[in-house]
């Protein structure tokens, strides 16, 4: 047999195999099988195995012999195989013989759900979880503030008595102090989206009033008088996300860096300028692209500004939606990106 017919009978292996996997893009590079450590993350090994990590739940295999067969742990052995049609599929290692493993046996394995890999690094997100958000102007100027402290004192710190006009109601205890920072805008139309608060303390209500009586508890910088207080969110923040791109297309801009860095790279935690009104929700998947710069061309007998195309740089995923702006992960980071770089549905 000629190495052309070979070259043949394997292109349309792969292609049969390609259209039967129903067009989920292996990565060029997968392993056969990973074994899952302490610290991995299931995008991380999404990535390992497929082009496009939100795919994963479409050729994940389920046991019936694990409780919850959605959740990996370290210890874990996952293997790609392949059905007799030639798709493409995921699955714990069968023939494994270690406690995690989920080999068929009459017991079915359980095991704490803390102790499972999170979808992304929890760690670089709880804080913008519930401490960080971003407000209306309107919320601003409507929400009490700090009038002054007990003991004379000029500045507040933990365990401090603060007095806040006013807090008539006594069914919310526990307040959030903020101090409002930097306005949001859109890029394009330089409207004001909101606002980026700074967190400076948890308190708990003592009593209402005009002014109302609260504790400082845990603080992150030092109260001062004119801070204002808002009630500590009610939504439920998920842990677990499933990434997913959104159903419609929706294209946007970074906008801001957040936790003080300049630099943007994998795990960067950024804000941008979607939000629930265009219909964004946590665990939706957006393409960054690095915006392309502009030079100028030196070569043209006529010199003129020139504008580079936008290249691919990386991949976000939104975890914590408010009305106009959203924060996300970077949670792929391929070259550098920067503030106003453009993100938008994967395509």
Do not use: C
């Not at 700090?146 to 006594?170: H, K, N, Q, W």
């Amino acid at each position: 047999m000629t190495f052309r017919t070979l070259t043949a009978i394997f292109f349309s292996l792969f292609i049969s195999i390609a259209a039967a996997a129903g067009e989920i893009a292996l990565n060029p590079s997968h392993p056969d099988r990973y074994t899952v450590v302490k610290g991995d993350t299931l995008w991380g090994i999404a990535g390992r195995f497929l082009q496009t990590p939100w795919d994963w739940p479409k050729i994940w295999k389920r046991n019936p012999n694990i409780r919850n067969p959605d959740l990996i742990y370290p210890g874990d052995v996952i293997v790609l195989t392949y059905d007799a049609s030639g798709r493409a599929w995921l699955s714990f290692d069968s023939d494994d013989s270690s406690p995690t493993s989920g080999r068929l046996s009459p017991q079915i394995r359980s095991r704490p759900l803390e102790e499972a890999i999170p979808t992304i690094p929890i760690d670089a997100i709880k804080q913008f979880l519930t401490q960080a958000r971003v407000v209306s102007k309107q919320e601003i100027d409507n929400a009490p503030y700090i009038v002054s402290f007990a003991e004379e004192r000029l500045l507040g710190g933990g365990g401090d008595t603060i007095y806040v006009r006013a807090i008539a109601r006594g069914d919310i205890d526990r307040y959030t102090v903020f101090r409002p920072g930097n306005a949001l805008k859109d890029p394009d139309t330089d409207a004001i989206l909101g606002y980026q608060t700074l967190f400076v303390a948890d308190t708990l209500l003592q009593r209402t009033g005009d002014p109302a009586t609260l504790q400082l508890r845990k603080t992150a910088m030092q109260a001062i008088v004119g801070d204002r207080l808002l009630p500590v969110p009610e939504e439920r923040i998920p842990l677990s996300y499933h990434p997913r791109p959104p159903d419609h297309m929706i294209t946007g801009h970074i906008i801001s860096v957040l936790d003080g860095v300049t630099q943007i790279g994998q795990f960067s935690v950024v804000t941008i300028d979607r939000g629930r009104r265009q219909g964004l929700e946590p665990g939706h998947v957006l393409a960054i692209d690095q915006t392309g710069p502009k030079i100028r061309d030196i070569v043209s007998k006529y010199p003129s500004e020139v504008t580079l195309p936008n290249e691919k740089a990386g991949m976000l995923m939104v975890f914590r939606t408010f009305n106009r702006v959203s924060y996300a992960l970077v949670v792929e980071a391929t070259m550098p990106m920067h503030v106003l770089d453009t993100v938008q549905t994967p395509y």
